[in-house]
């Protein structure tokens, strides 16, 4: 069964795309924020969701990728994220 593609759907696209994320990150022992750069890509699946791919260093030094889904529920007539948890 195809999902009908809505308005909302086609709204997600403009997150599609690889993107470089900065923001303030505390260091290993929560002090001294410093400016880290993450990337992210963002593709679409199948026109009804997005799926996000995001990789950086954590303050321990350690790489570190999170995976979202994002989609329109148009039953419930809201967003709906999926993120897995390891």
């Given amino acids: 069964m195809k999902a009908e593609i809505l308005e909302q759907h086609r709204w997600l696209e403009q997150l599609t795309g690889r993107w470089r994320v900065t923001f303030d990150m505390p260091d290993a022992n929560g002090e001294q924020p410093s400016e880290a750069a993450w990337i992210d890509e963002t593709r679409s699946l199948g026109g009804a969701w997005i799926v996000s791919e995001m990789t950086g260093i954590m303050p321990d030094g350690s790489k570190a ?6 989609g329109y529920d148009p039953a419930k007539s809201v967003m709906s994220a999926l993120s897995p948890v390891r």
């Avoid at 990728?65 to 994002?70: A, G, Q, V």
Wanted: charged content about 0%; glycine content about 0%.
């Fill in 65 to 70: 990728t999170n995976i979202m889904m994002l």
